[in-house]
Each structure stands twice: as C-alpha cells, then as structure tokens.
C-alpha cells in the first residue's frame, strides 16, 4: 500500500514538473506578445529585435522578430550576436569580482597601488579613488564630452589604440587627451556620475593584475564554464555571419551604420546573443551558481549585487529608494528592478529582473531610435516583464492545484 502511494505521489510530481514546463506555452496561446512586439515594429521602424524572458532562473520563452539583416531578409532571432553595450559593464563587475577571488585586487585598494602610472584629482588631490568607487560611479572620474564619444568609436574594425595608452593620455597631466574638465569637483565616494571611463578604467586594472586581457579573462572565467561559445569582445574574435547589421533611425529613415569597435571596450565591448547572455543573467541570478555548479564564490556575486549605497555610504545626489548601485550593477526603473541596460549607435539592450530575481527579460534591438520614440523599448520591456509575471502566476496556481491532489487523493479535475 504505502509503495503504490509513494508510486502515485511520485508520478504526480512528474506530472506537475510536466506541467509547469508546459505553462509557458499555453499560456502564451492567449498572449498579444507577438502581436505587441511587431505593431511597435512596424510603428517605429525598428529593424529587428531578440528577447528572453527568465523565470526562477529558468528560460521559459525565446524569440526574435524583424530582421539582423533587412537587405538580405535575415531574421533576428535568440542566437543572433550584437554588441551590447554597457550591459557589458556587469562582465567586467564579474570579472573584477573572480579577480577579488583570486586575491589579485580589492574592493578598496587605492587604484594608484595598480597603475603603472597615477591618477590625481586635481579638485581632490589628497583622496584616493578605488575599485569600488569605480564600479558605483563614485570615482570622481567622468567622461568629458563630446571629446570623449568622438573618439571612441573605429568604423569597421576594432580599436587599435592600447586601453592603457588612451587612459594614461586622458588622466596624467601632459596627456595629449588630458584636462581639468575629466574630473569633478566631488570627493570620491560622495557624489555619483554614470563613468564609462571609468568602466574602462576598472576594466584595465584587471588585465594589469592578472596579466590577461578581458576578452582572455572573461573566456577562461565565464564564457566558457557559462556555455557562451559565441561570446567575444572584438568583432575579430565572434562569427561575423551571425552578427546582426546596426541600424540608426535619423527622422523617418532608417540607415543603416558600420560596425564598430571601441577603446574602451570594458564599458561597452561585448558581443553576445540572447541565448548566451541568458546564460550569464542566471548565474548572477543564482549567486555564482550555474547547472547547480557553484563557479564564483558566492559571498563574491553577493558582493556584486549588494546595494552599495547604505549608512553612512550615500551619494550625495541619490535617493537610494529610487538608485542603489551594485558593483557594475543599479536599480533601474525607479528602485523597481536590478542590472542593467545600454545605448550604443545601432543598439539597445536590457537585462534587468524584479527585485526578488523571480522574473526577468534579456531584450536587444539592432536599432537607434529617436530620443522622443525611446520610450518604445520601455514598452517592450514591461510587456515582456508582465508576460513572465502571468507564467509564473501560472505556475504557482498549477502547482498549489496539483499539490492540494497530492494531499487530498483527489486528481486534478476533481479538485477544481
């Protein structure tokens, strides 16, 4: 008796595992995603897009629309790569966090102690910047424009300028790029301004310390143990063939624009799909665990996606109930989801989840839209996020259904 109960107990868990890998699906029978995705499509102009919506860590829905390639009608689709723009800074945080790990860097070491040349601000000659001001954007450091977005960006090719000769000439005095206008008038730590320089700067640090270029460190540490066998930084190290085309909508008229690389490419080089940074998003989800392999220390992920922004630890220009800061990691959206998203020519990403980290959306689009039209991407977003919400609301009713069979002996319709 009690082996038939246990034989009967059994298969209706097998049948509530089936079931919930089944709800997706019909689910998404009664959705208007596709109908929402491609109307906004068709409005803007947007060429293509990819999207993955994650649930429990896990991927329940996948897709793509439009097109990698509007001149040869190649669809954009989950495996297709682009770059991802600042979404690539969580890369680097986790590298600087494996780098934590190893015990080559801290958190809190004056940055000097690294560089083979010094880095002052002239405003605050006396405090020292550190990784952690780095990583929350705290450093002091800012990007000055339009020096700074002018000469980034090599059509064509990737960057030929050495990362650690462009940013000696932007921060010593004497630097062919340097200027009083590259630092704030803030101590380290007390003010906030978003830093891609200082993204690449933190980016360096690691290659310095432990003697292996990002894209070399980043492969060995986290593309690979990750499955992410179509990742790279350069566009001289991924399958150009499944690289998307980049788009820029200028008024009503979509152009297309070279590829690009980028000096410097730890604040925004990574060229990934949506299939492998799913991938990636889970491991962070997960606290360093994938395929229930633990591949970072856990207290160092942890670490990485702690708000920064407590205590006596508060920017002076932030509210951290609508902004906190992980390392290379914000609130977004107003304090209401976690990661991160970016904006290059050609290319809009997302990577965020709620703030329990039970649902979330890897979005990319191959287009630039107008700054009155960006708004569209937030649209997508949030009806991306609001399908993964009605699936794993879906869930749990089948599970408590066939959980209440379980208990009570009844099967599934007898319990309606």
């Given at each position: 008796?009690?082996?038939?109960?246990?034989?009967?107990?059994?298969?209706?868990?097998?049948?509530?595992?089936?079931?919930?890998?089944?709800?997706?699906?019909?689910?998404?029978?009664?959705?208007?995603?596709?109908?929402?995705?491609?109307?906004?499509?068709?409005?803007?102009?947007?060429?293509?897009?990819?999207?993955?919506?994650?649930?429990?860590?896990?991927?329940?829905?996948?897709?793509?629309?439009?097109?990698?390639?509007?001149?040869?009608?190649?669809?954009?689709?989950?495996?297709?790569?682009?770059?991802?723009?600042?979404?690539?800074?969580?890369?680097?945080?986790?590298?600087?966090?494996?780098?934590?790990?190893?015990?080559?860097?801290?958190?809190?070491?004056?940055?000097?102690?690294?560089?083979?040349?010094?880095?002052?601000?002239?405003?605050?000659?006396?405090?020292?910047?550190?990784?952690?001001?780095?990583?929350?954007?705290?450093?002091?450091?800012?990007?000055?424009?339009?020096?700074?977005?002018?000469?980034?960006?090599?059509?064509?090719?990737?960057?030929?300028?050495?990362?650690?000769?462009?940013?000696?000439?932007?921060?010593?005095?004497?630097?062919?790029?340097?200027?009083?206008?590259?630092?704030?008038?803030?101590?380290?730590?007390?003010?906030?301004?978003?830093?891609?320089?200082?993204?690449?700067?933190?980016?360096?640090?690691?290659?310095?310390?432990?003697?292996?270029?990002?894209?070399?460190?980043?492969?060995?540490?986290?593309?690979?143990?990750?499955?992410?066998?179509?990742?790279?930084?350069?566009?001289?190290?991924?399958?150009l063939k499944n690289h998307t085309k980049l788009y820029s909508k200028d008024s009503n008229t979509l152009k297309q624009i070279p590829l690009y690389g980028c000096v410097t490419y730890p604040d925004g080089g990574v060229r990934t799909s949506v299939?492998?940074?799913?991938?990636?998003?889970?491991?962070?989800?997960?606290?360093?665990?994938?395929?229930?392999?633990?591949?970072?220390?856990?207290?160092?992920?942890?670490?990485?996606?702690?708000?920064?922004?407590?205590?006596?630890?508060?920017?002076?220009?932030?509210?951290?109930?609508?902004?906190?800061?992980?390392?290379?990691?914000?609130?977004?959206?107003?304090?209401?989801?976690?990661?991160?998203?970016?904006?290059?020519?050609?290319?809009?990403?997302?990577?965020?989840?709620?703030?329990?980290?039970?649902?979330?959306?890897?979005?990319?689009?191959?287009?630039?839209?107008?700054?009155?039209?960006?708004?569209?991407?937030?649209?997508?977003?949030?009806?991306?996020?609001?399908?993964?919400?009605?699936?794993?609301?879906?869930?749990?009713?089948?599970?408590?259904?066939?959980?209440?069979?379980?208990?009570?002996?009844?099967?599934?319709?007898?319990?309606?």
């Amino acid at each position: 008796m009690n082996k038939i109960f246990h034989l009967a107990t059994g298969f209706l868990l097998l049948l509530l595992n089936y079931s919930y890998a089944q709800i997706p699906g019909a689910d998404l029978r009664n959705d208007n995603i596709d109908s929402i995705i491609t109307e906004e499509i068709a409005r803007t102009g947007i060429a293509g897009l990819g999207a993955a919506v994650i649930v429990d860590r896990k991927v329940v829905w996948k897709k793509g629309y439009g097109f990698a390639d509007r001149e040869k009608h190649i669809p954009f689709s989950p495996s297709t790569l682009m770059n991802i723009a600042s979404v690539s800074k969580t890369i680097t945080g986790a590298c600087i966090m494996k780098a934590v790990e190893q015990g080559k860097v801290s958190l809190d070491e004056d940055i000097n102690t690294y560089l083979p040349f010094k880095i002052v601000n002239p405003y605050d000659p006396d405090s020292k910047i550190t990784l952690r001001h780095l990583a929350t954007h705290t450093s002091g450091l800012t990007d000055r424009y339009p020096f700074y977005t002018d000469s980034l960006y090599t059509n064509g090719r990737d960057a030929e300028l050495p990362l650690g000769e462009f940013l000696k000439n932007y921060f010593v005095p004497g630097g062919k790029y340097y200027s009083k206008e590259n630092f704030l008038n803030h101590q380290p730590g007390t003010y906030r301004e978003y830093s891609n320089i200082g993204a690449g700067l933190a980016g360096y640090i690691v290659e310095l310390r432990t003697g292996m270029k990002l894209n070399q460190y980043s492969r060995k540490h986290i593309f690979k143990p990750l499955g992410m066998s179509h990742t790279g930084w350069f566009l001289s190290e991924v399958d150009l063939k499944n690289h998307t085309k980049l788009y820029s909508k200028d008024s009503n008229t979509l152009k297309q624009i070279p590829l690009y690389g980028c000096v410097t490419y730890p604040d925004g080089g990574v060229r990934t799909s949506v299939d492998d940074l799913s991938n990636f998003f889970i491991f962070l989800l997960q606290n360093g665990s994938y395929k229930r392999k633990q591949l970072f220390r856990e207290k160092d992920i942890k670490e990485m996606l702690r708000f920064q922004f407590t205590g006596d630890h508060i920017p002076e220009n932030i509210n951290p109930d609508t902004l906190n800061s992980g390392i290379f990691w914000a609130t977004k959206m107003g304090g209401k989801r976690i990661g991160h998203n970016g904006s290059d020519p050609g290319v809009r990403t997302f990577m965020l989840s709620d703030l329990n980290r039970e649902v979330a959306v890897i979005l990319f689009s191959n287009t630039s839209l107008s700054e009155k039209e960006e708004d569209v991407f937030f649209n997508l977003y949030d009806a991306l996020y609001a399908m993964g919400l009605r699936i794993k609301n879906a869930g749990h009713s089948q599970k408590n259904t066939l959980n209440h069979s379980v208990l009570t002996g009844k099967s599934v319709n007898q319990s309606k």
